[in-house]
């Protein structure tokens, strides 16, 4: 059973647009949703993250928009670059522990 | 700063063989947990160590056994290596006071033949 939920699988994007990658999740216990960004051949690394109190949280290009009623979060890359280009991973973690619980990933291509 | 750092980096097995991995976490860092990572699928979650003992365990069969040392590195054992067992297994580290923070290594590429 996934417990989170993550689309779309592959987005292809044009230089200096915005991404946007989707997921939802069903357990309320869940207080932390972070995003991954990971390059091949590497593991993944912390992008941004949101904790359910706050609706929206922006750093540099990167934007997480959360709706706690929906169960659902989203990041969105703006001004894509070609640098960009990789898998976003999203997760969630229970209050109850510390398991972390991550989307399938999204493989991201920005075209130059 | 090294970061978290994992060995071998890749690995090669047969059905049935045992099969250790080994992480060093981030400095400063405590806690240290275990993914499993397949082709095309995000990490699940095997378990994690603190102060030398597993504090919480994923949905993993008995098959994987961990160990946590007094200088916070680790290893992942696998037993009776099935050809399912072949994955990405990552290692990450964290502090406990902030276990949300959590940076991984660049992983073990484990293949069973």
């Known amino acids: 059973q996934q417990q989170v939920k993550q689309s779309p699988q592959s987005l292809i994007v044009q230089k200096g647009g915005i991404s946007i990658i989707n997921c939802a999740y069903e357990n309320t216990a869940f207080d932390y949703f972070p995003w991954y960004q990971q390059f091949p051949g590497k593991g993944p690394a912390l992008l941004i993250a949101?904790?359910?109190?706050?609706s929206e949280k922006k750093e540099g290009r990167f934007t997480i928009s959360f709706n706690k009623s929906a169960k659902q979060f989203s990041l969105h890359i703006m001004d894509s670059q070609p640098g960009d280009s990789a898998t976003y991973f999203c997760a969630a973690e229970s209050n109850t522990g510390n398991q972390f619980y991550f989307g399938t990933g999204t493989s991201l291509t920005v075209i130059p | 700063d090294a970061g978290v750092t994992q060995s071998p980096t890749h690995l090669i097995k047969t059905r049935g063989q045992q099969v250790t991995l080994r992480c060093s976490p981030k400095?400063?860092?405590?806690?240290v947990s275990w993914y499993q990572q397949a082709l095309g699928q995000g990490p699940q979650f095997i378990f994690q160590y603190y102060e030398e003992e597993e504090r919480q365990r994923g949905n993993f069969p008995d098959r994987f056994s961990g160990h946590q040392f007094p200088n916070y590195s680790s290893e992942l054992n696998v037993n009776a290596l099935l050809l399912g067992d072949s994955a990405l297994y990552l290692c990450a580290s964290s502090p406990l006071a902030a276990q949300e923070t959590q940076y991984f290594g660049p992983g073990t590429r484990l293949l069973v033949l």
């Open positions: 400095s400063g860092h405590d806690t």
């Open positions: 949101i904790r359910p109190d706050v």
